[in-house]
């Protein structure tokens, strides 16, 4: 009796601790569970505390990066956080706007999409990586703003290119969070929705309706500044850009909710083109969502050039207003198709481009480019498309008053064999009969 009493208790801190680990491993147990997997200890994964939270975007796992063919592991709002759970309805209404209907939902490749950059520090410190699929038209267009901010708007002592070079890894999350919040702003321009995933799932398939694993668990944040929306993405930013966090899905559901499902669907008036093209399994941006990306505005003809609309039509104010970033388009199979003017002339020198239905980024250093017809004589432009065999930004020279290219153009009107670079083709768009110099770059065709 006297020994039992002897006998050491547990203290009921430890007894607390020992339950809130308990606790810790059934949750990370359910969310493996849910993606198919199965765990065998409770080491936290690389890049994330025990509670959920992602590590700063200035700290690094240890140890090499997954393979890119691993399953993602999830990125997770802690639990508690507050935001609005999506409803059923307001699942269909998304899978409804970009497929056209309850049951198409984000091939492989979209689902690992994120905002990947390059080496900090690098030539290419300011790039972001781009696969050759359908999500590269969403990321070069937030590359565009990228650039603009890094360029134009940031306080920093280096200048010219130097300004995307002299990047560090904190800075490119600064420039993405600012992107993706001046994107974002400019859907509304009164309140922006940021959508992040939490641990479980609030919406269930039903009728018409199917799951897909992310959908269903997305918490909806909403801020009336964009100051404080761009805040919470930075403090969130491996929600974004790290590996398995389905950072450009959160993007564009973003786009979808900041604009409102209803506007969207105004936006795109009655032909009910939902907003992705699927193709033999490939999955694209339309013309809409391009639109969207660069103006803020669904609306499937606000991109394209001929004439304006009347006075108070739909789409009339989005055409005669420059923005910040511009957009250039040439296609072989299309090549009378042309760009609005506003677009093709930009408030600065940064557009986004669609060559042949492949996009990338091109842009000049000179603020005032476009701001003075003497700027405008000889100039260098810089390309850049997102694909990671690339290992510098393209250098080119633009001389508009030379008439060798139209001279070479009417010599070639005979021949079938040669083709100028898309490239080429896009930058005369804007600048007519323009002469392009790659400067010892091999073209892009």
């Avoid at 003809?301 to 989005?318: I, N, T, V």
Wanted: glycine share 8%; net charge neutral.
């Amino acid at each position: 009796m006297g020994e039992r009493e002897a006998e050491p208790t547990m203290p009921q801190t430890e007894l607390e601790e020992i339950t809130s680990k308990l606790s810790d491993l059934n949750k990370w147990r359910e969310i493996f569970s849910f993606h198919g997997l199965e765990i065998s200890n409770t080491t936290p994964q690389p890049g994330q505390g025990s509670a959920g939270h992602a590590l700063p975007a200035d700290k690094e796992p240890v140890g090499p990066p997954p393979p890119r063919s691993a399953v993602p592991r999830p990125l997770l709002m802690p639990s508690g956080t507050a935001g609005q759970h999506v409803s059923l309805e307001m699942a269909m209404g998304l899978r409804k706007l970009l497929f056209g209907n309850g049951f198409h939902h984000f091939s492989c490749e979209w689902a690992n999409a994120c905002f990947r950059f390059r080496e900090p520090h690098s030539d290419l410190a300011y790039a972001l990586e781009a696969g050759k699929g359908g999500t590269r038209a969403i990321l070069m267009a937030v590359q565009a703003h990228i650039i603009k901010y890094l360029l134009f708007i940031r306080n920093t002592e280096y200048t010219h290119l130097e300004r995307l070079c002299q990047v560090s890894r904190q800075e490119q999350g600064q420039a993405l969070a600012t992107a993706l919040a001046d994107m974002l702003w400019a859907t509304a321009g009164s309140r922006v929705v940021v959508c992040l995933t939490s641990t479980a799932s609030h919406t269930t398939a039903h009728g018409h309706y199917k799951a897909d694993s992310l959908t269903e668990r997305i918490q909806l944040f909403e801020f009336s500044e964009k100051a404080a929306a761009q805040q919470f993405i930075f403090d969130h930013i491996d929600c974004f850009k790290g590996e398995g966090s389905h950072g450009v899905i959160l993007f564009l559901y973003s786009l979808l909710f900041s604009r409102t499902l209803e506007r969207v669907q105004e936006d795109l008036g009655c032909t009910a083109t939902p907003l992705l093209k699927c193709s033999f399994g490939s999955v694209t941006c339309t013309q809409a969502l391009l639109s969207l990306l660069l103006t803020g505005c669904a609306s499937p003809h606000k991109l394209d050039g001929g004439p304006e609309p009347r006075p108070g039509s739909q789409g009339g104010e989005a055409r005669q207003r420059r923005g910040m970033v511009g957009y250039l388009r040439w296609d072989r199979a299309q090549p009378e198709q042309q760009v609005c003017a506003a677009l093709r002339t930009p408030r600065l020198p940064v557009w986004l481009c669609s060559l042949s239905g492949r996009h990338s980024v091109l842009f000049g250093t000179d603020s005032l480019l476009l701001s003075h017809w003497r700027a405008e004589r000889v100039f260098h432009l810089y390309f850049y498309n997102g694909q990671r065999e690339r290992t510098e930004t393209a250098w080119l020279t633009v001389d508009t008053h030379s008439h060798l290219w139209e001279e070479d153009h009417r010599e070639d009107s005979s021949s079938t064999g040669k083709r100028h670079p898309s490239l080429e083709m896009a930058i005369r768009t804007k600048w007519a009969g323009a002469t392009v110099s790659w400067n010892g770059t091999e073209p892009f065709f």
